[in-house]
C-alpha cells in the first residue's frame, strides 16, 4: 500500500534554516504532485508548496515564497522542502501528500494520500 514518511523536523531558532524530506513506497512519484501542507494548533491545514514529478513545475504559498524551495528526486521516490529564514509563525507539523490527479494545487481535498507529519519548532 501508500506509504508517506516525514522526517527532518525539530527546532530551530528564528532566521535557521531546515529542510524535510518524504519518503515514499508503494508507487513511484512519477506522473503525479506531490504537496507539503502545515498545521499549527488551533489552526485549520494550509498549502504550504508542491511539485509536478513530471516536468519539475512548481507552486508557492504567498507566505512562504521566497523563503522556501520545494524538489523531488524521482528516483529515490523522495520529495524535499527547503525551509530558510524560518519564522515562529513557521511553527507546525508539516506534512506531504499525494494528487494522482499531476495538477499544481495545494487544496487539502484534491490529495488522496498523507504521511503522518514532522514537527517544526521555531524559537523567537
Known amino acids: 500500500e501508500v506509504h508517506l514518511v516525514e522526517s527532518g523536523g525539530g527546532l530551530v531558532q528564528h532566521g535557521g534554516s531546515l529542510t524535510l524530506s518524504c519518503a515514499a513506497s508503494?508507487?513511484?512519484?512519477?506522473?503525479?504532485?506531490i504537496g507539503w501542507f502545515r498545521q499549527a494548533p488551533g489552526k485549520e491545514r494550509e498549502g504550504v508548496s508542491c511539485?509536478?514529478?513530471?516536468?519539475?513545475?512548481?507552486h508557492y504559498a504567498d507566505s512562504v515564497k521566497g523563503r522556501f524551495t520545494i524538489s523531488s528526486d524521482n528516483a529515490k521516490n523522495t520529495v524535499y522542502l527547503q525551509m530558510e529564514n524560518l519564522k515562529p509563525e513557521d511553527t507546525a507539523v508539516y506534512y506531504c501528500?499525494?494528487?494522482?490527479?499531476?495538477?499544481?494545487?495545494?487544496?487539502?481535498?484534491?490529495?488522496?494520500?498523507w504521511g503522518q507529519g514532522t514537527q517544526v519548532t521555531v524559537s523567537s
Open positions: 501528500a499525494v494528487d494522482s490527479r499531476d495538477i499544481l494545487s495545494v487544496t487539502v481535498s484534491e490529495y488522496d494520500y
Open positions: 508503494g508507487f513511484t512519484f512519477d506522473g503525479y504532485v
Open positions: 511539485i509536478s514529478s513530471s516536468d519539475g513545475s512548481t
